[in-house]
């Protein structure tokens, strides 16, 4: 547990980056576009810990972070189908994921299709449900992974097996 502790602390470093359908004042102005900005920063780890969680939390109406000790490593995400009312919207979306971390890599590659409900509140669209555990980018873990590996030549070892873990299921992901 102390490892996924510190993989959370380690992962959970995120840079944002502009989407489409950005309002004037930086927030979504659609529903699809604030749901593209909470999976992205979800993607990019910002759901891992409560140092970053305000970026991702300001998107929801559950603002307290959430504890988790386990997230999801994916590979992608594609945003679907949207269904829009004047203060209720929702968005489906598909998440295509290698595993589950916790204490240990739990390989898992079925797509896992979710249905985020928002709700308008003060003008601004808002995710309601369902608060899930963080999904993380393949791509960002690595790039922690092996910066972690840089920095802590003594847990390089076990970043690496963990990599070749993840690695050997996302090959057949492709």
Avoid at 12 to 34: C, F
Avoid at 92 to 121: A, C, H, M, W
Avoid at 130 to 135: D, K, R, S, V
Wanted: hydrophobic share 40%; net charge positive.
């Amino acid at each position: 547990m102390k490892h996924l502790a510190g993989l959370c602390a380690l992962v959970g470093i995120t840079l944002a980056l502009p989407a489409e359908g950005i309002a004037q004042g930086g927030y979504p102005s659609s529903p699809k576009a604030l749901v593209e900005q909470y999976t992205r920063l979800d993607a990019q780890a910002a759901g891992l810990s409560a140092e970053t969680w305000p970026e991702l939390g300001q998107y929801t109406t559950f603002p307290v972070a959430p504890k988790w000790d386990s997230f999801v490593v994916i590979e992608r995400y594609e945003i679907g189908k949207v269904l829009e009312g004047h203060t209720r919207a929702q968005v489906r979306t598909t998440y295509y994921p290698l595993g589950k971390l916790s204490d240990k890599f739990i390989p898992g590659t079925q797509p896992e299709t979710v249905v985020f409900f928002l709700n308008k509140v003060k003008d601004e669209w808002k995710v309601d449900s369902p608060a899930l555990i963080p999904h993380v980018s393949y791509d960002v873990m690595k790039k922690r992974l092996n910066a972690n590996s840089a920095a802590n030549p003594k847990e390089k070892m076990a970043n690496d097996a963990l990599l070749q873990q993840i690695e050997a299921v996302r090959h057949p992901v492709k």
